[in-house]
């Protein structure tokens, strides 16, 4: 595997465009930046095409002998499918104002990361095929055949972009380049050509409920692991329910929560938040992932990923659901998972049970993000704080691309982080909410094997918090995602290792006075609470 | 497909190094794996990979490092019941070098 290259080095970014025209330029596919090519069974689980064993660095990727062709039916079934589609790839005028707006060309300088030029990579091809202008001039009007080059760089520059959407913010046309690497991704699984740590998560949930492949009593297992902490921090012995018919909520969280830290600190969060309020909910061993790593590969893997979450609130008959900390679940949650797999009518608006605060913004998906739910608690007085206990931290947070451009949810993490801690600072303005930059290794780019890639990527948002660092010491970095919560944790280390990271209910979860508590001297971390030094 | 000899048998492994189907696991993988990063397996190392087979077979995935560290500081003391003790055995991480040399699976999704 490619040595990542030291914080200095990779810093040193070259801006200068080749000589030759983009057309001219071949492109180099560096190790550190493309993923490892999705192994057969995974293909085979999802009943994906072509599944074989290929490698990257062959000359020979398998493909059908047939490829053009099912690549252009593709496209074709989907620009009339997506009326989306179509209008992004007729539209642009190629003005730039997106060129220097996504974190992977900030942090790479190759000129095809710059979003009007990978989307040209597709553009092109279509043109080629699809108008009669490009069909005629070809060149001229900047249309290409499809070649096995073509095909290649596509694959090697649609797994360049996160599906992050800032470039799409700064575009007069709004162009949503998301959608066209979701295309483009589409269009490549046609003929077997996913990433490997998209297709393992995606086939595991497929099979097990959720993208870590976790056995039913393996969720059991670790949680009760986090509840045995939980005890040894507070006294307070918890006791979830788990596949409980009748129960008025069901709980969705991503798996990663269940799993690795510091997911598993935020999970520690909700049990301990959930358990005070004495709420009537129950998780789920089946519907046992927020996330949807379907999603980074077609719409309708995505769609089949997220059917089981509709299925199992209807087979438990709960009254609605509540949903953790996570990014790209709440972009499906927000904007497809009513129509594909809606509507939820078996289901009744979300009404907390604590306040009685209606969640109209949730009336037709009936799913409440959990930054929303406890934001009300703390408005309504409804929980006992000791912000102290968080005083040894200075946070800043990161809006996640797909809670804040995917569903306009600014406010509610910050007003929880603000009534929980003493010191919360904002990174520039122009890298939050709508603004916000991407972590990096979002869209299932989070692998071990494109090292380089993440970390150019994660640098701009380094960035914005090394400012925030220096200024004001910044040491805790919150967020709501737990791709987030994994990822940044890798950048931190590597471009700014003073600032750890931390889901948001991690912070709600220390400063939070529970019934019968005893009296705590370590964080969820087993770190001395402020001022309780030497006596843990 | 990338395989690693072990006593003349060939072990398929996938591109970083993990083995492909962990039934096939013996002893001698483990030794293999080790020599080719230059480390000789103490008992100490023993005793960590035959956790992660045990857990394994019982939950189909590889502990949480939570588990992993609350686990071993039963069975072998407290003071080695953390990571650092872990990241000591094994320098490149026990997810990472551990988990590969008990031929387990590297855990994917939101991690």
């Not at chain 1, 608006?349 to 959990?370: C, D, L, Q, R």
């Not at chain 1, 409804?382 to 691309?401: A, E, G, Q, Y």
């Not at chain 1, 010191?423 to 290794?441: I, P």
């Not at chain 2, 100490?44 to 035959?50: D, K, L, M, N, Y």
Request: proline share 5%; with cysteine; net charge negative.
């Amino acid at each position: 595997m490619a040595k990542t290259p030291k914080p200095d080095e990779l810093s040193k970014i070259d801006y200068t465009p080749p000589q030759t025209a983009w057309t001219e330029t071949p492109t180099v596919y560096k190790e550190g930046v493309w993923c490892f090519g999705a192994k057969p069974k995974n293909l085979e689980t999802l009943h994906f095409p072509n599944p074989r064993e290929w490698r990257v660095v062959d000359e020979d990727w398998k493909l059908p002998e047939n490829w053009q062709e099912i690549v252009l039916n593709g496209m074709k079934e989907r620009l009339d499918k997506y009326r989306s589609f179509r209008v992004f790839m007729d539209s642009c005028v190629r003005c730039g104002a997106c060129a220097d707006k996504c974190h992977f060309f900030i942090g790479s300088g190759d000129p095809k990361n710059m979003p009007v030029l990978r989307a040209e990579l597709l553009r092109s091809v279509y043109r080629g095929n699809f108008t009669l202008a490009g069909k005629i001039l070809g060149k001229i009007n900047g249309a290409r055949p499809l070649t096995l080059e073509v095909l290649k760089e596509w694959w090697y520059y649609f797994f360049q972009c996160t599906e992050c959407r800032r470039c799409s913010v700064f575009c007069p046309y709004g162009i949503d380049t998301a959608e066209i690497t979701m295309m483009g991704r589409e269009l490549l699984n046609l003929l077997g050509l996913n990433i490997d740590w998209i297709a393992g998560p995606a086939a595991n949930c497929y099979m097990k409920g959720n993208h870590l492949g976790l056995e039913p009593h393996t969720i059991v297992g670790n949680l009760e692991y986090m509840l045995d902490d939980i005890e040894t921090v507070t006294g307070i012995k918890i006791t979830p329910s788990f596949n409980r018919k009748g129960a008025e909520i069901l709980f969705v969280t991503p798996s990663g929560d269940l799993f690795a830290d510091p997911g598993t600190y935020t999970c520690m969060g909700y049990l301990m938040l959930l358990h005070e309020l004495g709420l009537d909910y129950t998780w789920s061993t089946y519907a046992s992932e927020g996330g949807n790593f379907g999603f980074f590969t077609s719409n309708e893997l995505a769609k089949r990923l997220n059917s089981k979450i509709y299925a199992e609130a209807k087979r438990l008959g709960v009254k609605w659901i509540l949903g953790g900390e996570c990014g790209h679940m709440w972009r499906v949650l927000n904007q497809y998972m009513d129509t594909w797999n809606g509507p939820a009518d078996f289901l009744e608006v979300p009404k907390s049970p604590i306040t009685g605060t209606v969640f109209e913004n949730a009336k037709s998906t009936k799913m409440v993000h959990i930054a929303e739910f406890t934001a009300d608690l703390i408005k309504h007085g409804k929980l006992k704080l000791d912000k102290k206990r968080n005083d040894n931290l200075k946070v800043t947070f990161h809006d996640s691309c797909n809670t804040s451009r995917g569903m306009g949810l600014f406010e509610e993490p910050r007003y929880i982080i603000d009534n929980v801690c003493n010191n919360f600072y904002e990174m520039d303005e122009l890298t939050t909410r709508e603004k916000t930059f991407c972590c990096g290794s979002g869209s299932g780019l989070n692998a071990g094997e494109n090292m380089e890639l993440r970390m150019r990527g994660g640098l701009p948002r380094a960035n914005a918090v090394k400012d925030v660092a220096e200024k004001y010491g910044v040491n805790m970095l919150a967020n709501v995602c737990a791709i987030d919560r994994a990822v940044l944790t890798a950048s931190m280390d590597y471009w700014v290792p003073s600032v750890k990271v931390t889901g948001v209910h991690e912070l709600v979860a220390n400063a939070l006075i529970m019934k019968g508590e005893k009296e705590r001297t370590t964080n969820l971390r087993g770190e001395p609470l402020p001022g309780m030094e030497g006596q843990e | 497909m990338p395989s690693i000899e072990v006593d003349g048998k060939n072990f398929d492994v996938d591109e970083e190094g993990y083995l492909q189907d962990w039934q096939e696991w013996n002893e001698g993988v483990a030794k293999k794996m080790a020599l080719d990063d230059g480390l000789d397996l103490s008992d100490s190392h023993w005793e960590v990979i035959r956790f992660l087979r045990d857990y394994f077979e019982k939950y189909q995935i590889a502990p949480m490092i939570k588990i992993l560290t609350k686990e071993i500081g039963k069975t072998m003391g407290p003071e080695k019941g953390n990571t650092k003790y872990l990241y000591e055995l094994y320098p490149a991480g026990p997810a990472k070098q551990a988990c590969r040399y008990a031929g387990l699976p590297k855990p994917t999704g939101c991690v």
